[in-house]
């Protein structure tokens, strides 16, 4: 083999190699990779200590028994935080009484805006039994690092700021285990079954 067919055989195989990890990629966060991924993502999740909009303290031990979505976000988001926080009402008024049997958490990345009140004004157009949680700092960031998000501050031109952070809703176990990326895309009726599934 000549030295120019090696080097087209070896830019081949880098591309195609990239191919395979951007498509993974792709897979892992629209929610279609097969479930449970594997044993690197199931470090995903942990420990946390937080209040809720109503000042109630809330632990991940509090979430055990039962399958949960996590969302995190904050209520200064324009567009991905409502929607997503829309379309998790929209499921757990298609499960009815079966809502009970599961929980959903949009756990704030701007705990310097996002007060238990604050949290409770935007809530209330949402479905009760999506519950917010904040914090401290402190406390948010160690939730923000067990679920391994990306969250940052972005300055606005204005002096104010907005919030740049993952949007992956997390379908965790009843042991508290990750499961995979929820996908919302799909209709409300193929979603309450999945999650069903983990009752």
Do not use: W
Not at 7 to 14: D, M, P, S
Not at 81 to 93: G, R, V
Not at 162 to 178: N, P, R
Request: proline content about 8%.
């Amino acid at each position: 083999m000549n030295a120019k067919a090696s080097r087209i055989l070896l830019v081949l195989g880098a591309f195609l190699s990239g191919l395979a990890l951007f498509i993974g990629a792709i897979l892992f966060v629209t929610g279609r990779a097969p479930s449970p991924i594997g044993p690197a993502v199931a470090a995903v999740g942990g420990p946390f200590h937080l209040e809720d909009q109503n000042g109630k303290p809330v632990t991940d031990a509090d979430m055990k028994g039962k399958p949960f979505l996590v969302f995190f976000g904050f209520t200064h988001c324009p567009d991905i935080c409502p929607t997503t926080l829309f379309e998790m009402s929209q499921l757990m008024k298609q499960l009815g009484p079966d809502a009970d049997r599961t929980a959903a958490l949009f756990i704030t990345v701007d705990p310097e805006r996002d007060t238990p009140k604050v949290m409770k004004d935007y809530l209330s157009n949402f479905d009760p039994h999506v519950r917010g949680l904040t914090g401290d700092p402190a406390a948010v960031n160690a939730a923000i690092r067990a679920y391994r998000v990306y969250a940052k501050k972005v300055p606005l031109e204005n002096g104010g700021y907005t919030m740049d952070h993952t949007a992956v809703v997390y379908l965790m176990d009843k042991d508290g285990h990750f499961v995979a990326p929820f996908d919302m895309s799909r209709p409300v009726q193929a979603e309450a079954a999945d999650l069903r599934r983990y009752f």
